[in-house]
Structure formats: structure tokens, C-alpha cells
């Protein structure tokens, strides 16, 4: 179910409990400000999340509210993990979803980096 990206931040939201190591993840990158690993339904061969340490429900809730090395730190990483992945040549995707019209389904800010094939429409319902 899409969620409203303005509610309160869910501390047990999927994703805060994997960065508390209460849940598994198939890890592929972590640092400081990040923490990367593969989605559990991909969509493409490679499908990878990057979550921000901080508790942050959204691309704006997080660009509005978090300290600047948090914001650097955190689009630094998603540079890093997409080269670790070997999907920056030929090409990937990144991609955030928010609230019910962008059909986030976990309330913690995540973007999804999608490689490994070839892209064609940019929106497909
Ligand atoms: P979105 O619709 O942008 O909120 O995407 C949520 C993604 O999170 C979706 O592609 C599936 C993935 N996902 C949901 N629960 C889990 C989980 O427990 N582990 C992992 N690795 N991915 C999950």
C-alpha cells in the first residue's frame, strides 16, 4: 500500500529495522551516512536500494531536514555503490518513489538503481 510521505517517520518501517540489524539484508555497500542493498523483488538484474542512515521518509523530508554532509554523504554513496556494481557503463537508472502517486511502499527514503539491461519507456503504469 503507497504510503503518505508526510506522516510522522515509522521507527519500525522495513527498512529502519535492517539498519538496526533486526532484519536481514543482502548487503552490498555501507558506510557513515549509507547503507545499499539489493531489493527483494528486483525488477531488473541488478536492483539495488540506498537508504540514508538518518530517518528520513522522503526525498524532500530529507533534502529539508538533514545536515549538509548527511545530504553529500548519502548522493556520494549512491555514485559509489553504482560504480562498485559495475552498471555505470553502459547505463543504469535511479529511481525514488513518494507518497501515494509515486507508489512508496516503505516509508523510509530509498533510491532504487536499476541496471544491467537495456531501458526503454521512462514511466510504465
Ligand atoms: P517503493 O515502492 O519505492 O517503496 O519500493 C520498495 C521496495 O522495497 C520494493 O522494490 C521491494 C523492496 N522491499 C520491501 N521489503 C523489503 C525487504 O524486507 N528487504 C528488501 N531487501 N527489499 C524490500
Request: glycine share 8%; charged share 25%.
Given at each position: 500500500?503507497?504510503?503518505?510521505?508526510?506522516?510522522?517517520?515509522?521507527?519500525?518501517?522495513?527498512f529502519?529495522?535492517?539498519?538496526?540489524?533486526?532484519?536481514?539484508?543482502?548487503?552490498?555497500?555501507?558506510?557513515?551516512?549509507?547503507?545499499?542493498?539489493?531489493?527483494?523483488?528486483?525488477?531488473?538484474?541488478?536492483?539495488?536500494?540506498?537508504?540514508?542512515?538518518?530517518?528520513?521518509?522522503?526525498?524532500?523530508?530529507?533534502?529539508?531536514?538533514?545536515?549538509?554532509?548527511?545530504?553529500a554523504?548519502?548522493?556520494?554513496?549512491?555514485?559509489?555503490?553504482?560504480?562498485?556494481?559495475?552498471?555505470?557503463?553502459?547505463?543504469?537508472?535511479?529511481?525514488?518513489n513518494?507518497?501515494?502517486?509515486?507508489?512508496?511502499?516503505?516509508?523510509?527514503?530509498?533510491?532504487?538503481?536499476?541496471g544491467?539491461?537495456?531501458?526503454?519507456?521512462?514511466?510504465?503504469?
Amino acid at each position: 500500500m503507497p504510503i503518505d510521505p508526510r506522516l510522522p517517520y515509522d521507527e519500525n518501517n522495513i527498512f529502519a529495522r535492517i539498519l538496526r540489524g533486526e532484519l536481514p539484508c543482502n548487503k552490498v555497500y555501507e558506510d557513515e551516512f549509507a547503507l545499499a542493498f539489493h531489493d527483494i523483488r528486483p525488477q531488473a538484474p541488478v536492483h539495488v536500494l540506498v537508504i540514508p542512515r538518518g530517518p528520513y521518509v522522503s526525498w524532500d523530508d530529507f533534502t529539508l531536514k538533514a545536515p549538509d554532509d548527511e545530504i553529500a554523504g548519502f548522493n556520494r554513496a549512491v555514485g559509489k555503490v553504482t560504480r562498485e556494481l559495475g552498471v555505470d557503463r553502459p547505463g543504469y537508472r535511479l529511481m525514488i518513489n513518494m507518497g501515494g502517486h509515486g507508489h512508496q511502499e516503505v516509508p523510509h527514503l530509498h533510491v532504487h538503481i536499476f541496471g544491467g539491461r537495456q531501458f526503454r519507456c521512462m514511466i510504465c503504469d
